[in-house]
C-alpha cells in the first residue's frame, strides 16, 4: 500500500512539473503573439496616418496653387 502510494506521489510530481513548464510554455508564446498583433497594429496605424497625412498635403497644396478670385 505505501509503495503504491509513493509511486502515485511521483507520478503526480511528474506530472506537476510537466504542466507548470507547458504554462510558463504558454504564456511566453501568448505574449509573443500578443506583442507582435501590438506592433502590427501600430504599423498598419501609422500607415494610415501617413496617408491621410499625404491626402491632406495633396489637398492643401492644390488649394494653395489654385488663385483666389479677387
Given at each position: 500500500w505505501e509503495s503504491r502510494v509513493t509511486q502515485y506521489e511521483r507520478d503526480f510530481e511528474r506530472i506537476s512539473t510537466v504542466v507548470r513548464k507547458e504554462v510558463i510554455r504558454f504564456e511566453?508564446?501568448?505574449?509573443?503573439?500578443?506583442?507582435?498583433?501590438v506592433i502590427?497594429?501600430?504599423?498598419?496605424?501609422?500607415?494610415?496616418q501617413q496617408q491621410a497625412g499625404e491626402q491632406l498635403?495633396?489637398?492643401s497644396g492644390i488649394l494653395l496653387t489654385k488663385k483666389l478670385p479677387r
Open positions: 511566453k508564446e501568448k505574449s509573443k503573439d500578443f506583442k507582435n498583433h502590427k497594429y501600430l504599423e498598419t496605424l501609422l500607415y494610415s498635403g495633396i489637398r
